[in-house]
T-cell receptor
Framework: DQQVKQNSPSLSVQEGRISILNCDYT??????FLWYKKYPAEGPTFLIS?????DKNEDGRFTVFLNKSAKHLSLHIVPSQPGDSAVYFC????????????FGKGTRLSVIA | DAGVIQSPRHEVTEMGQEVTLRCKPI?????LFWYRQTMMRGLELLIY????????DSGMPEDRFSAKMPNASFSTLKIQPSEPRDSAVYFC?????????????FGPGTRLTVL
């Protein structure tokens, strides 16, 4: 039973356009949500996060939106760059501090020049 | 800081052999997590430690899997005996547990192939 779902295994976007990656979750106990980015042969690296008390968090070209009532979050990348091509994982946690993350299966983003 | 260090980066072994994966967390971090990535199941938690103590090992698939953290700077994940279905990428991650966002730092992973 997947608690965090990324229903699009892949996404292709032209350079300069907006990339929108989506994530749905089922566990209403999740309080923190994170996006990780993964290049081949490397471990995932933290990208951006959001607490459930917010509905938006922005960091440069990356913005995460949270819709708690719909149990949905999305990552927007504007403008998309070829270096953004990677696998993006959505993750959730029921609490702050040292608790494990529950990951989605990832979405492979390809930014085409 | 060198980040989370994992060894070996690649391991190829035959079914039935013992496999030991190693992890050195970031200095000062007090939590350590072992994850496994497969095509079918994505990234899933196997076990995690807080202050060297195992907190939750419910993700460990079978008794063939065991993990230890003898001190704050070292952890091992052992599979004995290994089976072909154990083939996956195994990641170790650590976190400091401070702040609200629970950011975990991942190592580069160990790609395990069991023939």
């Amino acid at each position: 039973d997947q608690q965090v779902k990324q229903n699009s295994p892949s996404l292709s976007v032209q350079e300069g356009r907006i990339s929108i990656l989506n994530c749905d979750y089922t566990n209403s106990m999740f309080d923190y949500f994170l996006w990780y980015k993964k290049y081949p042969a490397e471990g995932p690296t933290f990208l951006i996060s959001i607490s459930s008390i917010k509905d938006k968090n922005e960091d440069g070209r990356f913005t995460v939106f949270l819709n708690k009532s719909a149990k949905h979050l999305s990552l927007h990348i504007v403008p998309s760059q070829p270096g953004d091509s990677a696998v993006y994982f959505c993750a959730a946690s029921p609490a702050s501090g040292n608790t494990p993350l529950v990951f989605g299966k990832g979405t492979r983003l390809s930014v085409i020049a | 800081d060198a980040g989370v260090i994992q060894s070996p980066r690649h391991e190829v072994t035959e079914m039935g052999q013992e496999v030991t994966l190693r992890c050195k967390p970031i200095s000062g971090h007090n939590s350590l997590f072992w994850y496994r990535q497969t095509m079918m199941r994505g990234l899933e938690l196997l076990i995690y430690f807080n202050n060297n103590v195992p907190i939750d090992d419910s993700g460990m698939p079978e008794d063939r899997f065991s993990a230890k953290m003898p001190n704050a700077s070292f952890s091992t994940l052992k599979i004995q005996p290994s089976e072909p279905r154990d083939s996956a990428v195994y990641f170790c991650a650590s976190s400091a547990g401070t702040g609200a966002y629970n950011e975990q730092f991942f190592g580069p992973g160990t790609r395990l192939t069991v023939l």
